[in-house]
């Protein structure tokens, strides 16, 4: 595998660290927002899914217009897009237009989740397909990681009082930050080829023959362009791609087979976990600049079973990876419900007078009632203290509060990651990236990813209201049951794409 592929795959898939950045970020940013403008659960849920439901819009045409003017074209534009959201993020001075920017990078990243796996796989060969694919992945986890971290380093030097920074204006810095890395994707896009494929569907052949040759060597070039010559020509003899053919009787499997893996990566909850994480971890009771310095654990371990991911992929398969993970998910994510089930709550006179916030003395009315459901006690606290005060101290009130087993949660919590990180986080887009034959795979991936977004959309938009009305210990059991029926299907329709040629994987799976 040489250098310059590795290459191309990291640039081409940095619209994955953007993604992820985003994700990271707003975990942080919400702390601050939220309270500054006052947000309700729904509100908050909003500016938080709002990307995902602009990237619903993208991912439904990215794929099939990129057929039309190129991969390389639309990423550029992608990359542009990244730009315009953080600048607009950093200057947001209500709550809809907070909202508004943020649905330009779910444009942005919803067309680079589409666009990255399609261009990697087709400019890889067999060998090496699956973990190329899954730098797209790595990227996504990186961007969690080094949000994680910027947001905790924006929070601490906010807390020490001599800094520039407060809690008006510290989300606008961490929002902005983001500006950077578009930048470089931007600048860096121009430096990658089109897409082979897409050159040879387009009736560029010689073009395609010259990228592969400058990426592979012309003896592993020409092994790749005897292979889509054969597949070219069928291609190019059939009717036109539309909706409808993805559902007749030659791509129904593969078709269901992506429906229900799209759909399980984000049912599980995934993106609540990355997107809450500092609202989640606030919930065991360990602080707010606990929760900050957790999530750098949380995305550190992403990122490790990640890159084991990366190693494994074209060893064992994609199959053992997404049977396993998911089992692992669904395990850790009862766990997590077991130990929140057993949390208790009660603020004691002494450690009311701990608490050093405006208001907090009207706590007192409940001192040393102990309360066993957390939806209970928080609104109890929101009755006494209001909707902003509580949200902007609930940190504080719930360590104060809490008597948890947090390493059980935190276990929990960090399986779940992990099996996510080596199953369906990477092993989805490598799978989306090998079923569907050339002519209807922007198409499908498209569809597939769109119905993968709307999922995680509604996941996000609902979490912080599933947290308030069904409680911590519900909500991750309820992940946790979908995860265990996930499972099962996937044990019983999921096949097996290792070590085959694109080409290959089309003869095998679609039937004429």
């Known amino acids: 595998m040489s250098k310059k592929l590795v290459f191309i795959a990291f640039v081409v898939s940095l619209g994955g660290f953007l993604f992820g950045f985003d994700a990271g970020i707003i975990s942080g940013v919400m702390s601050y927002a939220g309270p500054e403008f006052n947000l309700d659960d ?3 849920g909003w500016v938080v899914s709002s ?7 993208a991912m439904l045409f990215s794929g099939k217009l990129s057929d039309k003017i190129g991969r390389k074209k639309i990423l550029i534009y992608v990359a542009f897009l990244y730009a315009i959201s953080a600048l607009l993020s950093a200057y947001a001075n209500s709550y809809e237009m907070l909202y508004i920017a943020r649905m330009i990078g779910g444009l942005a990243f919803g067309a680079a989740l589409v666009l990255a796996p399609m261009y990697i796989a087709e400019v890889s060969s067999a060998k090496n ?22 947001n905790y380093f924006f929070n601490k030097y906010n807390t020490t009082g001599n800094s520039f920074l407060t809690d008006a204006n510290v989300w606008r810095w961490m929002l902005g930050v983001e500006l950077i890395p578009a930048l470089f ?22 073009d395609a023959k010259k990228v592969l040759i400058n990426i592979h060597g012309k ?7 005897l292979s889509m010559e054969k597949n070219a020509n069928q291609d190019k003899n059939t009717n036109s791609s539309s909706l409808k053919n993805l559902i007749k009787p030659s791509l129904r499997f593969i078709f269901i087979v992506g429906l229900v893996v799209g759909i399980l990566q984000q049912i599980t909850g995934i993106n609540a976990v990355y997107f809450y994480a500092t609202s989640i971890f606030k919930q065991t009771g360990i602080g707010t600049d606990a929760s ?12 490790i079973f990640t890159i084991i991911a990366m190693y494994l992929i074209d060893k064992m398969g994609r199959r053992p990876l997404l049977l396993i993970g998911t089992f692992g998910i669904a395990f850790s994510l009862l766990l997590c419900a077991y130990g929140f089930n057993q949390a208790t709550y009660n603020l004691s006179s002494e450690k009311i007078e701990t608490l050093k916030f405006e208001g907090s003395e009207k706590l007192n009315t409940i001192a040393n009632k102990e309360y066993t459901f957390d939806v209970d006690f928080k609104n ?21 509060a809490t008597t948890i087993n947090a390493t059980l949660v935190l276990v929990g919590i960090l399986g779940f990651i992990a099996c996510f990180a080596f199953s369906l986080g990477p092993v989805m887009w490598v799978l ?45 059991f309820l992940f946790g049951f979908v995860a265990l029926i996930g499972f099962f299907i996937m044990l019983k329709i999921v096949p097996e794409t290792k070590g085959k040629s694109l080409e290959e994987i089309e003869k095998e799976f679609v039937k004429a």
């Open 42 to 44: 729904i509100q908050s």
């Open 51 to 57: 990307p995902s439901f602009a990237a619903m819009i």
């Open 129 to 150: 397909r699956g973990k190329l694919v899954a730098i797209q992945q790595l990227n996504i986890v990186l961007g969690f990681f080094a949000a994680f971290l910027s």
């Open 185 to 206: 994707y931007f600048v860096a896009l121009f430096f990658v080829p089109k897409s082979p494929r897409w050159l040879f569907l387009n009736d560029k052949i010689d």
């Open 219 to 225: 003896v592993s070039a020409e092994i790749e362009i």
């Open 292 to 303: 900050f310095s957790s999530g750098i654990l949380l995305s550190s371990v992403t990122v």
């Open 380 to 400: 109890e606290l929101k009755s006494i203290l209001g909707n902003q005060v509580y949200s902007k101290n609930d940190g504080a009130i719930l360590e104060a």
């Open 432 to 476: 989306l990236s090998e079923l569907y034959p050339l002519k209807y795979r922007g198409l499908a991936i498209g569809v597939i990813a769109f119905v993968n977004s709307l999922v995680s959309f509604v996941i996000q938009l609902i979490f912080p209201w599933e947290l308030s009305n069904l409680g911590n210990a519900m909500s991750f």
